[in-house]
């Protein structure tokens, strides 16, 4: 039995497709992310798959309904509620009628489903710990304000979006300005 991580950027040309910056932070995440479902599946939760960490990753204490998880996940209700089935099916999370709107149901985590929380969240500091190991702590910083900056292009955007929509600008002429003005 091979133990050989398998290759997971594509081949394009014969070649491996050159890594891009979107490419490399995804990446680095799912090897973050294989830590803690390893160190979930040796406490018992090996049911508990990389896609699932969409539902926990989005999921609110006094329950979620799962148009707003896929939402948040960025993901079609269809492939959200079989993640639910899922975690369902093996008594992470139940599904109760929504108090607000009796026609939804919320999706809220059982003890087993906080278990998982708890063991990620216990997770935290020891893989920071291994990250800043390996970078060291000002790098670490650097890149903790350096990923910010870069999630708040998705703001940026919207807002370029909205604003040129409202003054007819076109969207490069806003990104122009916003992107280039100092921080």
Not at 82 to 101: C, M, N, Q, S, T
Not at 111 to 116: A, C, L, S, W
Not at 121 to 147: H, K, T
């Amino acid at each position: 039995m091979s133990t050989a991580i398998p290759r997971r950027i594509p081949i394009s040309a014969g070649q491996q497709r050159p890594a891009n910056l979107a490419v490399l932070m995804r990446e680095a995440f799912v090897t973050l992310n294989d830590l803690v479902l390893q160190r979930l599946a040796d406490r018992g939760h090996g049911a508990v798959r990389p896609a699932h960490s969409a539902v926990f990753q989005y999921l609110d204490d006094t329950g979620t309904t799962v148009s707003v998880l896929a939402e948040r996940a960025q993901m079609t209700k269809q492939a959200m509620a079989e993640l639910i089935r899922h975690l369902e099916f093996h008594g992470y999370v139940v599904r109760v009628p929504d108090p607000a709107d009796q026609r939804a149901k919320l999706v809220l985590p059982t003890d087993r489903g906080h278990e998982v929380f708890a063991i990620a969240q216990q997770l935290v500091p020891e893989i920071e710990g291994q990250v800043s190991s390996l970078l060291g702590e000002d790098r670490v910083l650097a890149l903790r304000s350096d990923l910010s900056a870069i999630k708040s292009l998705g703001a940026q955007h919207l807002t370029s979006s909205a604003i040129g929509s409202a003054t007819g600008d076109s969207e490069d002429q806003l990104q122009g300005r916003s992107l280039t003005s100092p921080r």
